[in-house]
Nanobody, 125 residues
Framework: VQLQASGGGSVQAGGSLTLSCVVSGFHLAWYAIGWHRQAPGKERERVSCISESNMTYYGGFVKGRFTIFRDNAKSTVYLQMNNLQPEDTATYYC????????????????????WGKGTLVTVSS
């Protein structure tokens, strides 16, 4: 199982980026995929998740700025990020739990079982 994230870069505040996560070694349509980020000195947090049934979830800090979507035929999940702010600066990772859901039955976020290498997003003011 492999996940490869790409699409990071440097933008000014208010700019946009679209991240891509290409998966291989499993059938994407059966699994949830999450985007996570980690800023220097901070804990990793989940940004967004899309379930196998295309239910989408976002962290409260997203505030309508990001959109997650998937193209199963291309084995790719995207994260479109608009109106980026300096606080969005982080390394972004995609991860896949061995589940089609983004949450466990108890309501906890599923921790990914598989991770891709990160892609750095830098937003300057």
């Amino acid at each position: 199982v492999q996940l490869q994230a790409s699409g990071g870069g440097s933008v000014q505040a208010g700019g946009s980026l679209t991240l891509s996560c290409v998966v291989s070694g499993f059938h994407l349509a059966w699994y949830a995929i999450g985007w996570h980020r980690q800023a220097p000195g901070k804990e990793r947090e989940r940004v967004s998740c899309i379930s196998e049934s295309n239910m989408t979830y976002y962290g409260g800090f997203v505030k309508g700025r990001f959109t997650i979507f998937r193209d199963n035929a291309k084995s790719t999940v995207y994260l479109q990020m608009n109106n980026l702010q300096p606080e969005d600066t982080a390394t972004y990772y995609c991860g896949a739990p061995e589940s089609g859901n983004c949450y466990t039955q108890s309501g906890a976020e599923f921790d990914p079982d598989y991770w891709g290498k990160g892609t750095l997003v830098t937003v300057s003011s």
